[in-house]
Structure formats: C-alpha cells, structure tokens
C-alpha cells in the first residue's frame, strides 16, 4: 500500500515561498501511470487542486496558480516537493499531497501565511 506524508514549515511570511515536500513509500513515484498531486483547502472553503508531477515527470498546474506554482522531484529520495512563490494570507490553507489513482491522501499539513 503506497502512504504520501507532507512536510516543511508551518508558518511563513508574505510575499516568500512556501515549500513542502512529500515523501512516498511503499511504491516509486516512477511508477508508469502513477501520478502525483498536490492540493489545498483553505479554511473555510472547498478543495483546490495546484498541480500533479506526472510518472515521467511532466508537470501541470491550475491556471489560476500556474505563474506561481512549481512541482519538482527528487527519484532518489522518492519524493515530489510544492514551491509556491510570492505568497499570500489567502495562501493559507492545509496542504494535501495525494496519489490520486491509488487513493491515497496525505494527513494533511496546515500553512500559515503571516507576518
């Protein structure tokens, strides 16, 4: 059974970036069709997809956060990380990292934007 876990600070300023990284185990993240997403919920409001780094490491973002977003990866580690550039308050949210196609969520790691 593949488990997805976020990590990376909790609090950070406005107008920095935001990282997390997302750490896979029980299965590669190289893994033809697997792909590898990361979405947020702010408080108060519904899911939002960001974007998804593909098993052949194709990226892909939302429109509305694509000048903003970056996904990365690291096989060695079997990790995919989220940077988020030039943040906001309305940037605050619990981040998921998910494994769509095999269901499974991270627990979720909450960021705060805020001086």
């Known amino acids: 059974q593949v488990h997805v876990q976020e990590s990376g600070p909790g609090l950070v300023k406005p107008s920095q970036t935001l990282s997390l990284t997302c750490t896979v185990s029980?299965?590669?993240?190289?893994?033809?069709?697997?792909?590898w997403s990361w979405i947020r919920q702010p408080p108060g409001k519904g899911l939002e997809w960001m974007g998804v780094?593909?098993?052949?490491?194709?990226?892909y973002y939302s429109p509305s956060l694509k000048s903003r977003t970056s996904i990365s990866r690291d096989t060695s580690k079997n990790q995919f990380s989220l940077q988020l550039i030039s943040v906001t308050p309305e940037d605050t949210a619990v981040y998921y990292c998910?494994?769509?196609?095999?269901?499974?969520w991270g627990q979720g790691t909450q960021v705060t934007v805020s001086s």
């Open positions: 780094s593909d098993y052949d490491g194709s990226t």
């Open positions: 029980g299965g590669s993240i190289t893994t033809s069709s697997y792909a």
């Open positions: 998910v494994a769509p196609q095999l269901g499974s």
